[in-house]
């Protein structure tokens, strides 16, 4: 249990870095002068788009940590089956067994 803790948070921690690192950079904005096509541009949206996935998944790792403190971490939220440690091995924060996600079950949103 203190070892998924400690994989959680160095997970959040990096992705947190991650975020930081990205919300700078995003700060120059190009120029989206017509007819320019400055690659920077395609970067700069490339960057955003990436900072929305990060920041989802810094959600969904925080919600982790949360599930883990109330010992539902590891429970699949559609069947309530335990979720395979080989599937949290690779995504820390799945809310739903294999089983459940191949017949394409998702969490229930609360």
Do not use: F
């Amino acid at each position: 249990m203190e070892q998924q803790r400690r994989t959680l948070q160095q997970d959040l921690d990096s992705l947190t870095d991650q975020i930081e690192a990205l919300e700078q950079a995003l700060e120059v904005k190009p120029n989206y002068g017509m007819g320019q096509g400055d690659p920077a541009v395609t970067q700069w949206e490339l960057d955003l788009a990436i900072l929305k996935q990060l920041k989802t998944k810094r959600e969904n790792l925080q919600d982790a940590l949360g599930r883990l403190a109330t010992d539902a971490y590891g429970l699949c939220e559609h069947c309530g089956k335990r979720i395979n440690p080989e599937r949290l091995a690779v995504l820390p924060d799945a809310t739903v067994c294999m089983e459940c996600a191949q017949k394409g079950l998702k969490a229930r949103q609360g």
